[in-house]
């Protein structure tokens, strides 16, 4: 059967499939290390930091990963991403005693390097895959990528707690580790060799974009992000399970779903936008304004007393779908501007900049909730959107700009 389809199909079907593979374990590694360590006593403090390394080293990776892939072709990143994450894997399967807080952050670290290796490579080989001249075909391949990214996540979630609770502990990551070990062995053997290696030689000092519209929308992304996680990442879960009394189970469940229907939006993101040609900038400043008015409605609910519950959930809804429309719109955006030779330089570039923006939306998250409550969150959301708003009014039409 795969022998019938093209050379590109079955290469994007191979970076899929790797990229869902990937997803699942990072899913449900996460929630595994969450309960598995609170159970065993740590506070939420400690339990927070265990992942500060994961969200640091996306930054970083981003940046540095992009010019390697450059260098050295994208499906070595990807499987160097993919064996990466075995290794954060088998550093979890020690003796309980030998479970530190300092062992687990640095294998969280090596698994959000792995995670943003594989996830820059995926969306770079999309760029390779489709001819410029399929404008729409290229948005309905990264919206399916990018949104059963987020789907799986959630489902990872999901999985992860079934399996601590069936296996364990050790059971669930070395069974998520022989499974991760299969899909690395296939993709050494089917990916595609030097894919997405640039003709040009790219220098260390190559890594800073200096395009105009690839700064404009890495812009924008950090402070779509930044709006995001500013809420939603730690003062958004506290609010439920302080104030609404929710309890651990409750909580988890309503965001893995929030988080399942998040990525199915972002798969079928092109049939909400007008399909044509290019996707244009106005466009994303009309969405990026539409969500800007989302936090500022869910703020203004709050602020007139009225039924809490039900203002979370439909303020939540209504803000995952225009969320999902926005991220992935962005992140066919920032693959259609980006130059075919040397792509993943451009890609590495603008998912470093959405590392940043959720590690910063995380850090406000805790402290701007800590001192100010959930409507203060929001305020501070709906900031960050309007200046996304504001940065993505600068993009140049894509057919003004030479790819």
Not at 51 to 62: A, H, I, K, R, S
Not at 213 to 220: T, Y
Not at 335 to 354: I, Q
Request: glycine fraction near 8%; hydrophobic fraction near 55%; aromatic fraction near 12%.
């Amino acid at each position: 059967m795969l022998s019938k389809l093209s050379p590109a199909i079955r290469q994007y079907l191979i970076v899929t499939g790797n990229y869902w593979a990937f997803t699942l374990t990072d899913g449900a590694l996460r929630m595994l290390v969450v309960l598995h360590f609170h159970q065993l006593g740590y506070s939420a403090l400690e339990v927070a930091m265990l992942f500060l390394f994961y969200e640091f080293f996306g930054v970083v990776t981003n940046l540095f990963g992009g010019w390697l892939g450059a260098r050295w072709g994208l499906n070595r990143t990807m499987n160097i991403g993919l064996g990466i994450q075995i290794v954060a894997l088998a550093m979890l399967l020690v003796p309980s005693s030998m479970l530190t807080v300092i062992w687990v952050m640095a294998a969280q670290a090596l698994s959000g390097i792995a995670k943003d290796l594989n996830k820059m490579s995926a969306k770079s080989t999309i760029k390779l895959l489709v001819p410029d001249d399929k404008q729409g075909q290229l948005y309905k391949w990264v919206a399916i990528l990018t949104g059963s990214k987020n789907t799986l996540k959630g489902v990872g979630f999901f999985l992860g707690g079934l399996l601590l609770t069936l296996i364990g502990f050790q059971g669930a990551v070395l069974s998520m580790a022989i499974m991760l070990s299969l899909v690395w062995i296939g993709s050494l053997i089917f990916l595609k060799k030097e894919s997405g290696k640039a003709k040009f030689k790219p220098k260390f000092k190559d890594i800073l974009s200096k395009s105009r519209p690839i700064n404009i929308l890495s812009g924008a992304r950090f402070l779509l992000f930044g709006a995001r996680d500013v809420w939603f990442v730690v003062a958004l879960p506290v609010f439920l399970a302080s104030q609404l009394d929710w309890n651990h189970w409750q909580v988890g469940s309503f965001l893995a779903l929030w988080v399942i229907g998040y990525g199915f939006v972002q798969s079928v993101a092109p049939k909400f936008t007008r399909s044509s040609k290019d996707v244009p900038k106005t466009q994303a400043v009309v969405w990026n304004a539409l969500l800007t008015l989302s936090p500022l409605a869910l703020t203004l609910a709050l602020w007139q007393h009225l039924p809490v519950t039900q203002s979370i959930i439909i303020g939540l809804g209504l803000f995952g779908i225009l969320f999902a429309i926005n991220s992935s719109l962005h992140s066919y955006l920032i693959v259609s501007y980006s130059r075919a030779d040397g792509v993943s330089l451009d890609v590495g570039f603008y998912y470093m900049a959405n590392a940043a923006g959720r590690l910063l939306g995380t850090i406000l998250s805790g402290w701007v909730y800590q001192q100010w409550g959930l409507i203060a969150c929001l305020m501070i959301s709906a900031l960050l959107l309007l200046l996304s708003t504001a940065a993505i009014s600068f993009l140049p039409e894509r057919e003004q700009h030479r790819v």
